[in-house]
């Protein structure tokens, strides 16, 4: 079996996406999602221009070799350009080696550790009892955790909040808008909605919050001590990860579990969080992280030090990520929770898929290969159109992250 053909799919039904379709000589075919929120054409160009080019007439089945070709070939390593196109690549020949093989992706990874993966969703609300009540309606969808977040009194706009009526989506047409942060309030305000979740909810209920990188470590340590009554799931990317080591302050400061990762593109970037045990949960994708090739390479690591996986599973990645996420979380021994935040119908009519929800659970499905298909005849009809996130600045107008 060779690789005959290979292109690129852009496609907007509500967002960008941006799909890898490689082809061989049998008819068999696999999808890889490339989506890089904010620089979709970028990966586009890499793909087409770059890596297309050097994958033609290669056996599909040889996923590790053609991984180290892509990584250490090109002498420029990682980066989230080239790691989401050689995590496309990636999806694409695990995808097609089930289909050839006639079997779902998550046998070929080990076979099945667990029969549902445990999904987390996304609650929120412009106040603490807005919050309350969106934490209600997703109990009642089956939801057996629940990440929170409210709006901050004193603030206009935060981070995880929807506009009044709609689903909470960061990605804006056009260029990007600015939102305000100030940290003492929102420090000031988040025990507080955590006291009345729990108050409400009793603890059974597993409870996220997610910081978006915008604390110092020792602000991080600060707010997780405070959240300790409250036994949080997780806190999520408390500060910016770049420098690791600040995850040990947080450490020394806290025992409520933290969880990091989803902008990250290589081992490396959580080589020393993980090996230290300054984190508890590692949140890398499978098409940022250069596929399953090395996500896997990942979980073990990860499991060596005790961290569990919690893929980012936001509507900046297509349903292929999202079915190549199941699979991964299906097989590994050392799974810790999966996000799941429902594309809308547009997308999924656009990418077909076998994975469901039901009763707090996610499921890949039977299907062979990762389960997904492109409708190309319809993505045609939605055609790429320039989004951002936000950027933030503090009230004195310091840039500061997002």
């Known amino acids: 079996m060779k690789i005959t053909r290979a292109s690129v799919n852009i496609t907007s039904p509500g967002r960008n996406f941006v799909t890898l379709k490689i082809e061989t000589g049998e008819g068999i075919y696999g999808l890889g999602d490339s989506t890089l929120n904010g620089r979709e054409l970028a990966v586009a160009s890499y793909l087409s221009d770059h890596v297309i080019p050097c994958i033609i007439g290669r056996d599909p089945f040889e996923t590790e070799d053609i991984w180290q070709y892509l990584y250490r070939g090109a002498y420029w390593r990682r ?33 099945k550790c667990r029969e549902g993966v445990l999904a987390y969703a996304h609650a929120n609300g412009k106040d603490i009892d807005h919050a309350l009540e969106d934490v209600a309606r997703h109990r009642e969808m089956g939801y057996k955790a629940i990440r929170v977040q409210s709006g901050i009194p004193g603030l206009a706009t935060t981070y995880g909040i929807a506009r009044s009526g709609e689903k909470y989506e960061p990605a804006e047409r056009g260029l990007p808008s600015e939102c305000e942060w100030a940290t003492e309030p929102y420090l000031r305000h988040v025990p507080k909605l955590f006291a009345r979740v729990r108050q409400v909810f009793g603890e059974e209920l597993h409870l996220l919050h997610d910081c978006h990188h915008r604390l110092t470590p020792i602000e991080a340590g600060r707010l997780g001590k405070e959240l300790e009554p409250f036994h949080l799931f997780w806190l999520e990317d408390p500060a910016p990860a770049e420098l690791q080591q600040g995850f040990k302050v947080i450490r020394e400061h806290t025992t409520t579990p933290i969880a990091v990762g989803e902008v990250f593109n290589s081992i490396w970037d959580a080589h020393d969080l993980i090996r230290n045990q300054w984190i508890d949960y590692i949140r890398m994708t499978p098409s940022h992280a250069g596929g399953l090739t090395q996500l896997k390479k990942v979980a073990d690591f990860g499991a060596l030090y005790h961290v569990r996986t919690g893929c980012h599973g936001a509507t900046d990645m297509s349903p292929v990520c999202m079915a190549a996420a199941l699979h991964f979380d299906t097989a ?44 190309e005849a319809l993505a045609a009809k939605y055609p790429y159109q320039r989004a951002y996130l936000p950027i933030n600045r503090k009230l004195d107008g310091t840039l500061t992250d997002w």
């Open 332 to 375: 590994i021994h050392n799974f810790g929770i999966q996000e799941r935040v429902p594309h809308s119908e547009e997308t999924d009519a656009v990418f077909p898929h076998h994975y469901t929800f039901k009763d707090g659970l996610m499921l890949a499905g039977e299907a062979p290969g990762l389960g997904v298909d492109l409708d």
């Open 79 to 111: 980066g989230p350009v080239t790691m989401a196109a050689i995590g496309a690549v990636d999806l694409a020949l695990w995808d097609i080696k089930g289909k050839a093989l006639n079997t779902p992706v998550y046998n070929l990874l080990g076979g």
